[in-house]
């Protein structure tokens, strides 16, 4: 990590303005500018619907009351109903590439659970897609026509404060035939489709016994294969000088910072292809295409937050906006439409007694591209190739690094507290529990190739002759069925490829990380907020150093 950091982006963006966007219509949120972000749950996000920072949020993190319809979108538009529920909340509203339906995610009054409802745009329809002890949240059309949402249908509870992990999901149009695209140990919020068909979501994770939590941008086909980084930690110094520090500020925002830096959100592709807005802490931002560029595009972000962003094809953005202030009761969230080419704003529609969020145009708009599946239906297993963990930032790796391990970790699906008790018992992190699913001498080229169990949590570690750790992956993996995943190397530079040659593992058949009913289990992971009790240490230990002697 560079020692000096850039300041953030400054003066107008350089966009290409592609067509005139003439909006005719909108749908948009309205709710009370004085609830809470978060309903049920440790209020963990900001007071403004911007973003927010761990499971204790959500899973619906910008709750409202009903759906209306803005028709001649201007401050002077008519405004009308699209729903009409007397109790509850809504959430999360998506507009059908022929505009003719809209999705959105539902809580009943009574009902801890959420799901996602569909109605037509003249108010017809309405009706539950999901239901059962689920959370489903966050849908959006694919371009084949089917659906895809965060649920919490894993079973699994996250590894920090124990609360349901959520996945993402695809589904057909009529809520049938679902299945999870993507396993996390975390919360996979809020996805949306790319141009070239991906779907693209902010994942929150865990950075092992790092104590940290931050949301990440991540990318992967509708299948769920190719799962990759598009934007994260190479950049978390960047954000951590924009940053209040670990206390909360004077300014409102309620959410202190201290291991909690990284936090895209709400991700969009723009109309160029290229770049993504999202929404960060300093307001709307653009990333991309590489992992370690971004560029501030709200232009007075310390004193407006801006939210729930939807880009237009002239390259401006449909938002939501309020002046930012420490009482929650002179919150006003309108609906604003950015120019980040002008470094302008434009009031779109504002009523001052309720919030209005999360704008999204009613029109038909051209379907991205339909990815095949890549998966093997019958397949229970995936492939790892590295090309050689002597690629590699740590300087001890290329030197000492003999062999490899593969940890899977296995989710808790309980927990014995909340993170609300008053007792010391409530600042318990669940963590996993883990087993060694194989370990094996590199190749003489630092390459390896393994076969291992397919939608598994796994990471790898990097062993020297007597077994200790010289290198740790951070996060969890995994593999599709029939999927192969391949990497650089081991903390590599970022941007870094391979040469040319065929690493020497992969001449030969994957080594067998399957399995088998007998490896060696153990809790891993696991740790007390604030400190590490002598036995939660030596078993964390374990993880980075497993021996005989040690456990």
């Not at 190739?385 to 970790?409: D, H, K, M, W, Y």
Request: charged share 25%.
């Amino acid at each position: 990590m560079p020692s000096s950091v850039p300041e953030p982006a400054r003066g107008p963006a350089r966009l290409e303005r592609p067509q005139r966007a003439e909006l005719k219509a909108i749908v948009f949120i309205k709710g009370s500018n004085d609830i809470p972000n978060t309903v049920g749950t440790v209020e963990q996000a900001d007071r403004w619907r911007q973003t927010y920072v761990v499971t204790d949020s959500g899973p619906a993190y910008r709750p409202g009351r009903n759906l209306y319809i803005l028709s001649a979108p201007t401050p002077e538009g008519k405004v009308r109903p699209l729903t009409n529920f007397s109790d509850g909340y809504v959430a999360d509203p998506e507009v059908s590439w022929d505009g003719t339906q809209v999705i959105f995610a539902r809580r009943g009054g009574e009902d801890p659970w959420w799901h996602v409802w569909r109605v037509r745009v003249d108010g017809s329809g309405l009706e539950p897609l999901t239901g059962g002890p689920y959370h489903d949240v966050g849908p959006a059309w694919l371009p084949d026509g089917r659906i895809v949402f965060s649920s919490s249908r894993t079973g699994i509870r996250d590894e920090y404060h124990g609360y349901p992990c959520t996945a993402l999901y695809v589904m057909d149009q009529e809520g049938r035939h679902m299945e999870p695209i993507a396993t996390n140990i975390g919360r996979d919020n809020e996805p949306s489709v790319l141009w070239d068909g991906r779907v693209v979501f902010s994942r929150l994770e865990v950075f092992y016994s790092r104590n940290k939590t931050e949301l990440t941008l991540h990318a992967l086909h509708p299948d769920g294969t190719h799962d990759v980084v598009l934007y994260g930690p190479e950049r978390r110094q960047f954000w951590r000088n924009l940053d209040h520090g670990p206390a909360t500020p004077a300014d409102g925002q309620e959410a202190p910072l201290t291991h909690r830096v990284l936090r895209m959100s709400q991700p969009q592709p723009m109309p160029d292809g290229r770049r993504i807005v999202v929404v960060t802490q300093a307001g709307l931002t653009l990333v991309g295409p590489r992992r370690d560029s971004e560029q501030i595009i709200s232009p007075d972000y310390k004193e407006w937050s801006y939210t729930t962003p939807f880009p237009l094809p002239d390259g401006t953005i449909l938002c939501a906006g309020t002046r930012k202030t420490p009482d929650r009761k002179q919150v006003d969230l309108g609906l604003y439409r950015l120019d980040p080419a002008a470094g302008s704003v434009k009031l779109v529609y504002n009523d001052p007694s309720t919030a209005d969020f999360e704008p999204r145009p009613l029109w038909a708009r051209p379907r991205p591209m339909v990815q095949p599946s890549r998966t093997s239906p019958h397949a229970y297993s995936g492939r790892f190739l590295c090309a050689s963990v002597f690629n590699t930032q740590e300087e001890q790796v290329p030197v000492r690094g003999r062999l490899v391990r593969l940890i899977e970790g296995v989710p808790m699906v309980a927990r014995h507290s909340t993170h609300t008790n008053p007792w010391p018992v409530w600042k318990n992190h669940g963590g996993t529990f883990a087993r060694v699913l194989g370990t094996a001498p590199l190749a003489p080229d630092g390459s390896f190739y393994v076969e291992a169990p397919a939608d598994r949590l796994l990471h790898f570690q990097v062993l020297d002759s007597d077994r200790r750790v010289i290198a740790n992956q951070k996060t969890w993996i995994y593999p599709r069925p029939g999927e192969t995943k391949s990497c650089v190397g081991c903390h590599e530079p970022p941007h870094s490829t391979t040469r040319g040659n065929d690493p020497l593992a992969s001449h030969h058949r994957p080594l067998d990380f399957l399995p088998d009913g007998t490896e060696f289990t153990y809790r891993a992971k696991a740790w007390f907020k604030g400190h590490l009790p002598e036995e939660i240490e030596e078993r964390t230990r374990t993880v980075r150093a497993v021996n005989l002697l040690g456990r």
